[in-house]
């Protein structure tokens, strides 16, 4: 889940100087995008699973200028209602593999039943093309050595900002969204809706427990000192969504990231049933597994090496590659 | 993921009454399944993020009896070589919305550009039935002693059979799609592209080792015993796939299932950017933390806490319920 397609419209710390937001350069609205004029400079990104493809093309010869374009294209969802038509009038199957009860088809079917959905950005800027341009992403293995070395010093150097969270536990913002609190200085937390969740429907339930107690950056940190801290964030905030969304605690995952987005512990809660970004092997640990851990012995997130993803852009990547870690 | 939209296209223990593909027999491979004839009965599942939908379908006519099918139809991702064919020579574009610099269309492709990739499992039971229909999820705390008393005796009364898995480490079927063989009995093992895996793009890259040894059930069954397949698995599977494929070590993600979906040790190795159904953190192990533990203490999945969801129709979880633990 590395690099999902989908909005990501989570915090993150922001860096002391924010550089980001560009300009507000508009373009000239087009009735008719010239497709067959289209020349496609690269592939920006893709995905297999969603069966999506993001382009870089410039439109050239009678109707273009040589402008950038950024074209989407996402094959359809099947629809229910004409699958059995797509069956049984038009196909052509050709056998791929066979073994036992399993066998594998190309079918391939009219256009009109099969439509592809092309979105269009035209003309593009540099920064439309930048916002589309896939990252590769490489697997770390940080051991405790590789985070004392490499990686605190790189967050220590970056003096990110984490005011957004400080006022939420100090309630100067978002005090009404809050569905509950332990006070509890050390061992004690607030649990809020993720902003991914616009809490209408249950489906994509996603909380955020963030603790009280400053300091503890990130799973790293933790020691048997804070089980008490980590069993009332796994047992109250299971209790409090239950109590507020009447979703059992069996339905829920509960777990920390690693690399977390923001380095002030923090645990996620998102409905089981919901295929969450960040939810993957190399990114989560369960609650219960790093209560279990700590508990079996209080070194264990110091001493233990934490495999997980970083993009290409990251300058976290960087420090490794210069340490000759990747 | 427990829950995951996404296809599960993967093969699964067959139980032994299960007619179709117990003991030794095979099922006469069909060259043509008669997909014409096929009635569908109702959509099992469906998937608008994947593009796809499982569908139970009956088989009448000339060349059916009646018999139940499962037919999986996704659609395939995009292909980087051949789009800008796609966008120039065959186009039929239907303008849809236009506003400022956006604009979506309806884009009508070739057959041939534009395949359905079709699975079916026929003559299918009702427990394939079952398997592919959507269901709520439960989490389970599967302690040492739940895996004793409750899992494995589950597991033994099954008697599954992976007559299919046999039959690729004997090269009775699929022996041509082998990418890399370790042939040891004890350490070795076979590497094969996923049926999920369609090998026309890297990007979702999928294979899967499948030890030769016998009678290592699960994650479960794994001590120290067994680093030596496991290392030989990580290190040789790794340099398979780059030497054939071209994608390195740090580019995958290389994991055990608990719950797996048949009961032979295997690893799976999927592209990192890939967002593979099953990797989420409730079912994934990545085979580097399992030698990491078992490094560390040998009866480490003999002794720890597992987690993993259960649909609600799986029998496993009537077990856990009837023993009061979920």
Same mark, same amino acid.
């Given at each position: 889940m590395a690099e999902s397609p989908a909005p990501k419209r989570k915090r993150e710390e922001n860096e002391g100087?924010?550089?980001a937001a560009g300009s507000h350069e508009e373009a000239p609205a087009s009735d008719t995008f010239p497709l067959a004029e289209l020349s496609v400079r690269r592939v920006l990104r893709e995905s297999a699973r969603d069966k999506t493809i993001f382009l870089h093309g410039q439109v050239k010869g009678a109707s273009g200028d040589g402008s950038d374009a950024v074209v989407i294209l996402e094959k359809t969802p099947f629809q229910e209602e004409n699958v059995a038509e797509l069956l049984t009038k038009y196909t052509k199957l050709q056998l791929q593999m066979s073994n036992d009860i399993y066998s594998t088809y190309r079918l391939f079917l009219p256009p009109e039943l099969n439509e592809i959905k092309t979105t269009v950005v035209y003309p593009a800027t540099e920064k439309h093309l930048q916002k589309y341009l896939h990252q590769e992403v490489y697997l770390i293995q940080e051991t405790g050595e590789d985070y004392k070395n490499i990686t605190l010093p790189f967050i220590e150097s970056k003096s990110f900002s984490i005011q957004w969270v400080y006022n939420i536990l100090e309630k100067k913002a978002e005090a009404d969204r809050i569905i509950y609190e332990n006070p509890d200085p050390a061992n004690g937390f607030v649990l809020i809706p993720d902003l991914k969740w616009n809490q209408k429907q249950l489906d994509d339930l996603y909380l955020i427990a963030i603790c009280?107690? &400053?300091?503890?950056?990130?799973? &790293?940190?933790?020691?048997?000192?804070h089980l008490p801290l980590l069993r009332n964030i796994l047992k109250e905030g299971k209790e409090a969504i239950v109590k507020r969304?009447?979703?059992?605690?069996?339905q829920l995952r509960i777990y920390l990231h690693y690399q977390p987005s923001y380095y002030h512990l923090h645990v996620h809660f998102t409905a089981l049933s919901y295929d969450a970004p960040g939810c993957s092997v190399e990114r989560a640990h369960l609650l219960s597994d790093v209560i279990e851990n700590l508990e079996l012995n209080s070194q264990y997130y110091q001493k233990r090496t934490l495999t997980f993803a970083l993009r290409a852009d990251e300058p976290l990547l960087k420090k490794f590659q210069e340490s000759e870690r990747v």
């Amino acid at each position: 889940m590395a690099e999902s397609p989908a909005p990501k419209r989570k915090r993150e710390e922001n860096e002391g100087e924010n550089g980001a937001a560009g300009s507000h350069e508009e373009a000239p609205a087009s009735d008719t995008f010239p497709l067959a004029e289209l020349s496609v400079r690269r592939v920006l990104r893709e995905s297999a699973r969603d069966k999506t493809i993001f382009l870089h093309g410039q439109v050239k010869g009678a109707s273009g200028d040589g402008s950038d374009a950024v074209v989407i294209l996402e094959k359809t969802p099947f629809q229910e209602e004409n699958v059995a038509e797509l069956l049984t009038k038009y196909t052509k199957l050709q056998l791929q593999m066979s073994n036992d009860i399993y066998s594998t088809y190309r079918l391939f079917l009219p256009p009109e039943l099969n439509e592809i959905k092309t979105t269009v950005v035209y003309p593009a800027t540099e920064k439309h093309l930048q916002k589309y341009l896939h990252q590769e992403v490489y697997l770390i293995q940080e051991t405790g050595e590789d985070y004392k070395n490499i990686t605190l010093p790189f967050i220590e150097s970056k003096s990110f900002s984490i005011q957004w969270v400080y006022n939420i536990l100090e309630k100067k913002a978002e005090a009404d969204r809050i569905i509950y609190e332990n006070p509890d200085p050390a061992n004690g937390f607030v649990l809020i809706p993720d902003l991914k969740w616009n809490q209408k429907q249950l489906d994509d339930l996603y909380l955020i427990a963030i603790c009280h107690c &400053r300091g503890i950056k990130s799973l &790293r940190d933790l020691t048997a000192e804070h089980l008490p801290l980590l069993r009332n964030i796994l047992k109250e905030g299971k209790e409090a969504i239950v109590k507020r969304f009447g979703i059992a605690g069996a339905q829920l995952r509960i777990y920390l990231h690693y690399q977390p987005s923001y380095y002030h512990l923090h645990v996620h809660f998102t409905a089981l049933s919901y295929d969450a970004p960040g939810c993957s092997v190399e990114r989560a640990h369960l609650l219960s597994d790093v209560i279990e851990n700590l508990e079996l012995n209080s070194q264990y997130y110091q001493k233990r090496t934490l495999t997980f993803a970083l993009r290409a852009d990251e300058p976290l990547l960087k420090k490794f590659q210069e340490s000759e870690r990747v």
